[in-house]
């Protein structure tokens, strides 16, 4: 079980920025999951963008690859995992989730637990 809670969305400016953060609580401090930034936007499809695993490698999707940096600190059960978004475009709106899973994971994984979202609006 992972319990997550995002925080810092918001609306910005095209080439602005923003950090989202998340506070998850894994209840054990022997669990590392895989977690990543999932977002959805109005069509309801959903983007992984940025993923980070257990052991530390990062993977970022393409369309925000060199723009937002994922990263992460545990301490016990509890821990952040933050996005910083860099020169936002109109098309990163969208609802940010933090998303995790126990195992292997990728940019296409089907995570199993996840935050209630937050909404990023980036106007032209």
């Known amino acids: 079980q992972v319990q997550m809670e995002e925080s810092g969305g918001g609306t910005v400016q095209f080439g602005g920025s923003l950090t989202l953060s998340c506070k998850f609580d894994?209840?054990?401090?022997?669990?590392?999951?895989?977690m990543a930034w999932v977002r959805q936007v109005l069509t309801g499809e959903r983007e992984a963008v940025a993923v980070?695993?257990?052991?530390?490698?990062?993977?970022?999707a393409d369309s925000v690859k060199g723009r937002f940096t994922i990263s992460h600190s545990q301490d016990r059960a509890n821990g952040m995992l933050d996005l910083q978004m860099n020169n936002l475009r109109p098309e990163d709106t969208a609802i940010y989730y933090c998303?995790?899973?126990?195992?292997?994971?990728?940019?296409?994984?089907?995570?199993?637990?996840w935050g209630q979202g937050t909404q990023v609006t980036v106007s032209p």
């Open positions: 998303a995790a899973k126990y195992g292997a994971c990728s940019l296409r994984t089907n995570f199993d637990y």
């Open positions: 894994t209840g054990s401090p022997y669990n590392e999951p895989c």
């Open positions: 980070r695993w257990s052991g530390g490698k990062t993977f970022y």
